[in-house]
C-alpha cells in the first residue's frame, strides 16, 4: 500500500475511537487520537489541566471531551488549534496514519491520499454502548450523547464550516451498530486496502 491518511469522525457512543484504534493494528500504521491536542499544548506551554488525561478522570472520566480544548481563552482556543494542525499535517506528510476527531478532515480536504470516515449508530445502539462497554450510568449516558453530540458538532462547524458528517465532505459514513467494533474495522481496512492499493505490489 502506498502512504495515506485516514481522518475518523463519529458519533458519541457509537465506538468509534476504538474501531479508530483496530483499524490502525489492522492497517499495521500510527493512531492519532487527543495526544495531538496534548502535544500542541506542550508546545505552547500551556497548563497541563487545559487538555489533560487527569483533568478528564475527574470530571467523571468523560465530560472533559465535551470540551477538547479546554475552557481557556479565545486567543489560547485558536494557539492550540493552530499547533495541533500543525501536528496532523507533519504527521500526514511523514508516514500512512489514522487520525482521530480534531477537524483532521477539514486540514487535510486537498490531500488526494487521504479518505475521510464518518462513523455513527442509532441511538438506542450509543446509549448500550455507554451503558455497556463505557460502564456509565443510563442518566449520565444520555446527558453525554446529547452534550458531546453538541460540542463536538460546534468545534467543528467552527473551524472547518461543515458538519463532520456532510456527504460532501466524507468519503464513508457507516453504522458501527451493523459490523460492531471488529467487522467495521474489517470493512474500513478492506476499503483502504483497495484505495491505496500500490500497483508496484503486483509487480514480479
Same mark, same amino acid.
Not at 19 to 46: P, Q, S, T
Not at 61 to 77: I, N, R, S, V
Not at 87 to 101: D, L, P, T, W, Y
Not at 146 to 173: F, L, Q, T
Given at each position: 500500500?502506498?502512504?495515506?491518511?485516514?481522518?475518523?469522525? *463519529?458519533?458519541?457512543?457509537?465506538? +468509534?475511537?476504538? !474501531? @479508530?484504534r483496530?483499524? %490502525?493494528?489492522?492497517? +499495521? /500504521?500510527?493512531?492519532?487520537?487527543?495526544?495531538?491536542?496534548?502535544?500542541a499544548?506542550?508546545?505552547?506551554?500551556?497548563? /497541563? $489541566?487545559?487538555?489533560?488525561?487527569e483533568?478528564?478522570?475527574?470530571?467523571?472520566?468523560?465530560?472533559?471531551?465535551?470540551?477538547p480544548?479546554?475552557?481557556?481563552?479565545?486567543?489560547?482556543?485558536?494557539?492550540?488549534f493552530?499547533?495541533?494542525?500543525?501536528?496532523?499535517?507533519?504527521?500526514?506528510?511523514?508516514? $500512512?496514519? !489514522?487520525?482521530?476527531? *480534531?477537524?483532521?478532515?477539514?486540514?487535510?480536504?486537498?490531500?488526494?491520499?487521504?479518505?475521510?470516515?464518518?462513523?455513527? =449508530?442509532?441511538?438506542?445502539?450509543?446509549? %448500550?454502548?455507554c &451503558?455497556?462497554?463505557?460502564?456509565?450510568?443510563k442518566?449520565?449516558?444520555?446527558?453525554?450523547?446529547? +452534550?458531546?453530540?453538541?460540542?463536538?458538532? @460546534?468545534?467543528?462547524?467552527?473551524?472547518?464550516?461543515?458538519?463532520?458528517?456532510?456527504?460532501?465532505? &466524507?468519503?464513508?459514513i457507516?453504522?458501527? %451498530?451493523?459490523?460492531? /467494533?471488529?467487522?467495521?474495522?474489517?470493512?474500513?481496512?478492506?476499503? =483502504?486496502? /483497495?484505495?491505496?492499493?500500490?500497483?508496484?505490489?503486483?509487480?514480479?
Amino acid at each position: 500500500m502506498k502512504k495515506f491518511v485516514i481522518t475518523i469522525n *463519529r458519533d458519541f457512543g457509537s465506538l +468509534g475511537r476504538p !474501531i @479508530a484504534r483496530r483499524l %490502525a493494528e489492522l492497517l +499495521g /500504521v500510527e493512531y492519532y487520537d487527543r495526544d495531538i491536542v496534548e502535544e500542541a499544548a506542550k508546545k505552547l506551554n500551556l497548563p /497541563v $489541566s487545559v487538555i489533560s488525561e487527569e483533568e478528564e478522570k475527574k470530571a467523571s472520566g468523560f465530560f472533559g471531551m465535551m470540551f477538547p480544548l479546554g475552557h481557556d481563552t479565545q486567543e489560547h482556543q485558536k494557539a492550540v488549534f493552530n499547533a495541533q494542525a500543525d501536528f496532523i499535517r507533519k504527521a500526514a506528510a511523514k508516514e $500512512s496514519c !489514522i487520525i482521530v476527531g *480534531r477537524c483532521a478532515d477539514y486540514l487535510l480536504q486537498d490531500d488526494p491520499d487521504a479518505m475521510h470516515v464518518y462513523i455513527y =449508530a442509532p441511538y438506542a445502539d450509543r446509549l %448500550a454502548n455507554c &451503558v455497556g462497554p463505557l460502564h456509565m450510568d443510563k442518566a449520565v449516558a444520555k446527558k453525554m450523547i446529547a +452534550g458531546v453530540d453538541k460540542a463536538r458538532s @460546534a468545534y467543528h462547524r467552527y473551524w472547518a464550516g461543515y458538519e463532520a458528517n456532510d456527504p460532501d465532505h &466524507v468519503h464513508i459514513i457507516i453504522n458501527s %451498530a451493523l459490523l460492531e /467494533v471488529e467487522g467495521t474495522a474489517q470493512a474500513l481496512a478492506a476499503v =483502504a486496502r /483497495v484505495r491505496f492499493s500500490d500497483p508496484s505490489d503486483e509487480k514480479g
